[in-house]
């Protein structure tokens, strides 16, 4: 069994950082692509950023490329989100998941990870 467990989110002005760690256990980290998703009250699970193993290729939604940096530690088994000048509309709880099918693809779509965390909540006032 995998098991994903997200950190840092908080409460941040609009204009701040945050930086979110995940880690994986339960199997061999280098095995996933790592992904980053959120869902805002009302709305759709939306992808936020992707990441292969070993980390080499990466991608981002449109709304937060150039804001967001996601990256990889293989040797602690963790996934981290830095989030930069934020905004209002970033608010949301934000999830991670791991796909140990498809390492060195990075996906968009939330049926293409097999394990998610519990999610971390970011609130950015405005």
């Known amino acids: 069994q995998v098991q994903v467990v997200e950190s840092g989110g908080g409460l941040v002005q609009a204009g701040g950082s945050l930086r979110l760690s995940c880690a994986a256990s339960g199997r061999t980290f280098n095995s996933y692509a790592m992904g980053w998703f959120r869902q805002a009250p009302g709305k759709e699970r939306e992808f936020v950023a992707a990441?292969?193993?070993?980390?080499?290729?990466?991608l981002y939604a449109d709304s937060v490329k150039g804001r967001f940096t996601i990256s990889r530690d293989n040797a602690k088994n963790a996934v981290y989100l830095q989030m930069n000048s934020l905004k209002y509309e970033d608010t949301a709880v934000y999830y991670c998941?791991?796909?140990?099918?498809?390492?060195?693809?990075?996906?968009?779509?939330?049926?293409?990870?097999?394990?998610w965390g519990q999610g971390t909540q970011v609130t950015v006032s405005s």
């Open positions: 990441i292969s193993w070993p980390g080499r290729s990466t």
């Open positions: 998941a791991a796909d140990p099918l498809h390492p060195l693809v990075v996906t968009t779509a939330p049926e293409g990870y097999n394990y």
